[in-house]
T-cell receptor, first 112, second 115 residues
Framework: GESVGLHLPTLSVQEGDNSIINCAYSNSASDYFIWYKQESGKGPQFIIDIRSNMDKRQGQRVTVLLNKTVKHLSLQIAATQPGDSAVYFCAETDFGNEKLTFGTGTRLTIIP | DTGVSQDPRHKITKRGQNVTFRCDPISEHNRLYWYRQTLGQGPEFLTYFQNEAQLEKSRLLSDRFSAERPKGSFSTLEIQRTEQGDSAMYLC?????????????FGPGTRLLVL
């Protein structure tokens, strides 16, 4: 389920199932997008990225989808494992603008 | 470990004291970034360096904050006269900007608590 306000949106998924995490980005000029995974007490870990000239990119067990029309980004994780439990952030930037702008984050919990 | 390293990992200080954090980027990465992250939020950009030059500073970086990268390798972030609102995780990231690769790799962060 999801919670709003001061709490991170949350998503609970049964181990082995697929998960989809969504992100609405803010800047229509953004042309580079990244998903990061952050475990408790650690820094963000790069997962996968995509440029605006693509609408889909696949990695190992992960797929990122980009819909520029509605400024929406999603991360699909296949066959989830307990180690996938973390907070996931999308980040955006535009070429020549080096700073990343992060979204709110989604807490993913994998249920054994 | 050849990733980004930060020191210290944790810092507790009293309000009004000065603190300094260090970041060692991935070897040969020419860009280094500082971000701040408060509980439940995503990281917020503070500043970044291209080699030793500080090229951009966020409005979040008040005059109590200063960052340096004197030799284009490690960087320090100093906060003077700390306030309770400075309590946060301070993250460092680095990237090698050649051939269009802009991926920023983050360190483990320094968690600051101002009492």
């Amino acid at each position: 389920g999801e919670s709003v306000g001061l709490h991170l949106p949350t998503l609970s998924v049964q181990e082995g199932d697929n998960s989809i995490i969504n992100c609405a980005y803010s800047n229509s000029a953004s042309d580079y997008f990244i998903w990061y995974k952050q475990e408790s007490g650690k820094g963000p870990q790069f997962i996968i990225d995509i440029r605006s000239n693509m609408d889909k990119r696949q990695g190992q067990r992960v797929t990122v989808l980009l819909n520029k029309t509605v400024k929406h980004l999603s991360l699909q994780i296949a066959a989830t494992q307990p180690g996938d439990s973390a907070v996931y952030f999308c980040a955006e930037t535009d070429f020549g603008n080096e700073k990343l702008t992060f979204g709110t984050g989604t807490r993913l919990t994998i249920i054994p | 470990d050849t990733g980004v390293s930060q020191d210290p990992r944790h810092k507790i200080t009293k309000r009004g004291q000065n603190v300094t954090f260090r970041c060692d980027p991935i070897s040969e990465h020419n860009r280094l970034y500082w971000y701040r992250q408060t509980l439940g939020q995503g990281p917020e950009f503070l500043t970044y360096f291209q080699n030793e030059a500080q090229l951009e500073k966020s409005r979040l970086l008040s005059d109590r904050f200063s960052a340096e990268r004197p030799k284009g390798s490690f960087s320090t972030l100093e906060i003077q006269r700390t306030e309770q609102g400075d309590s946060a995780m301070y993250l460092c990231a680095s990237s090698l900007v050649t051939g269009g690769d802009e991926t920023q790799y983050f360190g483990p962060g320094t968690r600051l608590l101002v009492l």
